[in-house]
């Protein structure tokens, strides 16, 4: 049995210094698979995540990024963007996008956008902030809502026999 271990990764949360368009996934796909795409310059979101960046997108190397805490259902940075403060660096996480439940907190509650047909991507304000991304799935809160109210009821009705037998007595 062999195991290999691809040493080549990037890093788990970057800024990217430009962001393309692209019209399809097919279009998306195709600029994946060339030779010299690079993901800083060449990372793509597609025309209908309807954001406007030309004029608020920065880029400093110098702007720096530290994760907290990294878990399945919550991830924890720290951020420290240098520039101008009237424009924004967009962050690119090594986490699949899943468009359902995830809700970024601690940076104006901006929007996660798909980036690369696959990751996930959102922008950062200017200065220190602390930005947290938690999975609360309306489908998980609705269901313990269900089953709270279940149980209530399934109480109620197991106890309703003793109640109706100490009225009768009285």
Known sequence: VYVYEYLKTGPRAQYISDINFINSREEGYAI????????????????SANINYKNILSYNENSSIDIMRWSPNRI?????????NNKQHFMLLSEIYFPYGWKLEGNDDGKIVEVNNLLRGFFVSGGRSEIVLSFEPNDIKYGGMITYASFILIIFMIFIPYIKSFYERV
Not at 33 to 46: A, L, M, Y
Not at 76 to 84: A, L, M, P, W
């Open 76 to 84: 924890v940075i720290e951020t420290n963007v240098i520039g101008d």
């Open 32 to 47: 994946l698979k060339r030779d010299e795409f690079n993901i800083k310059t060449d990372s793509f979101v597609s025309k």
